[in-house]
């Protein structure tokens, strides 16, 4: 089983629509969560944090569920630029260092 | 401020040819990281070093791959010999602390083993 998994969409959605993107993860020792933004072709980059509890940041609100082992986005009124690949990650230390995992990404595409 | 760099951006070579990738992460940032991209395998770590020390490199797929950090503002990734399963995008990235800390990634070379 991977360590984060992610429905890798795609998710097609009208603009200002609300569209909420999950995460699991499988290390309950897991410390810190963040969610990456990669636009097609380019390199990853710090969405945001994910803190216990939760978040936002404008039209942008993440959540966390320790018990459950989920991390949670949620974009409200979507835009035609956030069109883009959004990366779970999950950090923590493990018996071989720090750990680090990415999930494979959920793809969004927002439409006119 | 510059950010990460890397080069090549794009190097295309023929199977068993050394290949060496290079990064200059951002100046006072200790920790520097390694990752390979590919559609089926998603974003893995590699390696990461802390204040150019090589901390975990349980990533790193074989033998084949190597890398090293002489100092703090170059590392290299050299794979000998190169094979096509090898073709990947290949991130460096840098933070200035480690887990709670901001990672900030090159923008990547693709690499194509024909």
């Known amino acids: 089983r991977k360590e984060v998994e992610q429905d890798p969409g795609p998710f097609n959605v009208p603009e200002g629509a609300t569209v909420a993107f999950n995460c699991t993860y499988s290390n309950s020792a897991s410390q810190s969560f963040f969610w990456y933004r990669q636009d097609c072709r380019k390199e990853p980059k710090l969405l945001m944090s994910?803190?216990?509890s939760g978040n936002e940041d404008g039209r942008f609100t993440a959540q966390l569920n320790r018990a459950s082992q989920y991390i949670s986005l949620l974009i409200r009124d979507s835009k035609l630029s956030d069109s883009a690949t959004y990366l779970c990650?999950?950090?923590?230390?493990?018996?071989?260092?720090?750990?680090?995992?990415f999930g494979k990404g959920t793809s969004l595409l927002v439409t006119p | 401020d510059a950010g990460v760099i890397q080069s090549p951006r794009h190097e295309v070579t023929e199977m068993g040819q050394e290949v060496t990738l290079r990064c200059k992460p951002i100046?006072?940032?200790?920790?520097l990281f390694w990752y390979r991209q590919t559609m089926m395998r998603g974003l893995e770590l590699l390696i990461y070093f802390n204040n150019n020390v090589p901390i975990d490199d349980s990533g790193m797929p074989e033998d084949r791959f190597s890398a090293k950090m002489p100092n703090a503002s170059f590392s290299t990734l050299k794979i000998q010999p190169s094979e096509p399963r090898d073709s990947a995008v290949y991130f460096c990235a840098s933070s200035l602390t480690d887990s709670t800390d901001t990672q900030y990634f090159g923008p990547g070379t693709r690499l194509t083993v024909l």
């Open positions: 990650v999950v950090m923590g230390y493990s018996n071989s260092g720090y750990a680090l995992n």
């Open positions: 100046s006072g940032h200790d920790y």
């Open positions: 994910v803190y216990s």
